[in-house]
Every structure is written in C-alpha cells, then in structure tokens.
C-alpha cells in the first residue's frame, strides 16, 4: 500500500507540474501575440470616387477595414502620435470638411469645417500643424490640431498640388502645379523662398541627408532636384511620361511614378541615371513604409498597392483594394 500510494503521488505531481508548465506556455504565448498586436502598424490609402479609406495591416499586407468618406477621398495624413487620421473631401459639397476619425476604432471623433475641397495632406513633425492642399481655391490651409481649426490660408501660387514637410521639420513645401514653383514656408505658413522648377510639379520627396528635394514634374517629363541651401534647383532627370509620385529609399534610391507609361524609375542619386523600370499599370502615389525596406505604389487602374523591395525594387507583393487607390499613409 505505502509503494502505491508513493507511486500515485508521484504521478500527481508529474500532472501538476505538467499543467503549470503548459498553463505557462499558454499565457505566454497570448501575452505575446497581443504584445505583437499591439505593435502592428497600419498602411491607409484612399480610395478617391469609391468615397472609402482602406485599412491595411502592414504585417500580413491585408485588408482588414474600410472607412467610409464622404465626397471623394483622396488626401490623407496620420497624426504624430498615430492616434488619428485626417482625410479630404475633392468634390464640392455645400459644407466640405475634413475629417477626423480614430485608428484603432475607425470612429469618427471630430469635423473640421474648412468649405473648400482639399486635395493633399502633411502634418508638422511635432504633430501640431495639419498642411491641406485647396488646389481649386488656390491655397494651402494651416490647421492647428490642438483646436482643429484653420489658422492660416496661404496664396503659394498657382494650383497648389501637394505638400511635403521637409526632414529637419522646420519648412513645409508645396509644389504649384500652374506656376512651375515650389513654395517653401514656415511652419504656421509663413512664405520663405519660391523655387523656380520643372512644368506641372506634382509630388514632393527627401533626400536621406535632407540636402535635397525632388519634385516629379508631369509637363515637363522630369524630376528637379532642388539644392535645400542654395534654394535653387540644381539638376533635372528626364523620366517618363506623366511623372507624378515620388518617393526615396534610405540609400537614396529615387523612385518616381510615370502614370501614362505604366512604369516606376529607379534613380541612382550620384549618377542621376535611371537603373531599372518596373511595370507596374497606372502607377499613381509612392511611399517608402516605415520600416524602410518597402516601397508602396497605388495602382489606380488595377486598383492595387504594389509592394517593393526598396533596395531592388522586385515586386514583393499586389495588395487588392476595393476602388482606385490615391495617397498612402502609414501609423507607426
């Protein structure tokens, strides 16, 4: 009896300590999935008369939601703290506003009257500016985040396009479709310089250092690369057909969107040749994603964002999204 009754207390033990170690495994293995979760960034891009944001999660490159927006979306920007973002209205409504709605909730949590349609969004790196492109009223609108409200409307010049705020975080640009400029202000809108550049400038990107800035120039069928200090373009690359977004890998690497030849350059920086086409149907905006290893590209008329390996450019991915895809956006 003494023998069984060690054996049967052994074997008790054994099961508890087994139960432990796999009630051990089980929460910890929950605890690292929310952890990771938690972690997980999301890609938001606009889906223009389909009058939606997509919002894709960047770990798996899938859709997981749609917000709904009135009034073609097409601009978009993510707060600094990544909490909230902002979205446009391009067609003419008796009230347009922007609109503000939570990440993780997709909710709507404030409206900003602003009555003008709105094309392109940037906000300030310290988070307390939102930059809105007003191409049709010809201004740029400077909101003040903490209050959602407008504190300046500024005449950079003709049709303004897009606006960029450069790396040091000090100067926001913007780039005048019309007039061949680009316009560089202070951060609460105050004018600084204006950069003759080529015809028809549409998007704006960095170099890694912050000496440069590029325009993709559709009319002229170039992209300006623009000397910070000097204030003075330096250089132009001839590209493709109708260049339009454009963006930089961190070994500055430029990317440009040629829409009307269903291609992406990649640009040698030193060398200022181009050293690869991609194909890609109707390319439209450019991003390099935050980790800095992916380049994304919208599709408009295959309605998709192409994921790039940022050093190569090989096509990693197609994302398909419900509609024609316009500006992408990242929440960190």
């Known amino acids: 009896m003494k023998i069984g009754s060690k054996r049967v207390k052994r074997a008790t033990t054994i099961i508890a300590v087994c139960l432990m170690i796999l009630s051990g495994l089980f929460f ?19 889906l ?3 009058n939606k944001v997509a919002k894709i999660d960047l770990k ?21 703290d990544g909490k909230y973002v902002y979205t446009g209205q391009l067609k003419k409504l008796k009230a347009n506003k922007i609109l503000v709605t939570d990440v ?8 900003i009257p602003v009555n003008v349609r709105t094309h392109h969004f940037a906000i300030s790196r310290n988070g307390r500016y939102l930059y809105a492109t007003a191409t049709m009223a010809g201004k740029l609108l400077v909101i003040d985040t903490g209050t959602n409200k407008i504190i300046a409307q500024v005449k950079t010049g003709r049709f303004p396009y897009y606006a960029a705020v450069g790396p040091n975080g000090k100067y926001v640009y913007v780039t005048n479709k019309r007039a061949g400029t ?18 028809g400038p549409s998007h704006i990107a960095f170099s890694p250092n912050g000496k440069k800035v590029y325009t993709a120039d559709a009319m002229s069928k170039t992209v300006s690369v623009i000397d910070i200090a000097k204030r003075k373009r330096v250089a132009e690359i ?12 961190p070994n500055g690497t430029i990317f440009v969107s040629n829409r009307k030849d269903d291609t992406v350059y990649m ?3 030193s060398s200022l040749k181009i050293v690869k086409k991609i194909i890609i149907p109707e390319p439209d905006h450019i991003a390099l994603g935050p980790s800095g290893n992916k380049i994304y590209v919208s599709s408009r008329s295959s309605e998709k964002i192409y994921v790039l390996n940022a050093l190569s450019g090989k096509i990693l991915k197609k994302i398909a999204v419900d509609g024609e895809p316009h500006q992408i956006t990242f929440s960190r």
């Open 60 to 80: 798996t490159g899938t859709v997981i939601d749609y917000i709904n927006i009135k009034g073609i979306s097409h601009g978009v920007a993510i707060s600094s």
């Open 28 to 46: 910890t293995t929950n605890e690292s999935k929310a952890a990771t979760m938690g972690k997980t960034g999301y890609l938001f891009v606009t």
């Open 267 to 269: 640009i040698n920086p």
């Open 48 to 50: 223009g008369q389909d």
């Open 104 to 111: 993780l909730t997709n909710k709507r949590v404030a409206e």
């Open 182 to 199: 680009l316009s560089m202000l202070t951060l609460d809108g105050k004018n600084v310089a204006t950069i003759k550049v080529g015809r």
């Open 238 to 249: 001839r590209v493709g057909n109708d260049p339009h977004g454009i963006d930089v890998s």
